[in-house]
Nanobody
Framework: QLQVVESGGGLVQPGGSLRLSCAAS????????IGWFRQAPGKEREGVSF????????YYADAVKGRFTISRDNAKNTMYLQMTSLKPEDTAVYCC???????????????????WGQGTQVTVSS
């Protein structure tokens, strides 16, 4: 069974950058659609970015377009979220998610994902 664990969160000043990692174990990520969600205090979970198992996409939420980049390294069985030009409104707990799905489809709803990490806190503040 797939397990995923995030790392890389922390405190960063506005305008700064962070790279989140999501290491998978148990099975290969090759056949999984992957994505990142975030949830800020008092707000609903929000989809951030997604990519299919064949790397079709990626999808980015409007709030992060041009600033965030999703990627995967199948050799390392790890996915990443590179975040630049961070803003205070990016503050949230970020979770990676995966679902077994070979092909060009990616999914943007939390209910479509089966495997979740525990989350990593990202705080953007001066």
């Amino acid at each position: 069974q797939l397990q995923v664990v995030e790392s890389g969160g922390g405190l960063v000043q506005p305008g700064g950058s962070l790279r989140l990692s999501c290491a998978a174990s148990g099975v290969s990520l090759d056949y999984y659609t992957i994505g990142w969600f975030r949830q800020a205090p008092g707000k609903e979970r929000e989809g951030v970015s997604f990519i299919s198992s064949t790397n079709v996409g990626p999808y980015y939420a409007d709030a992060v377009k041009g600033r965030f980049t999703i990627s995967r390294d199948n050799a390392k069985n790890t996915m990443y979220l590179q975040m630049t030009s961070l803003k205070p409104e990016d503050t949230a707990v970020y979770c990676c998610a995966a679902v077994e799905s070979w092909g060009d489809s990616y999914y943007i709803k939390p209910d479509d994902y089966k495997y979740w990490g525990q989350g990593t806190q990202v705080t953007v503040s001066s």
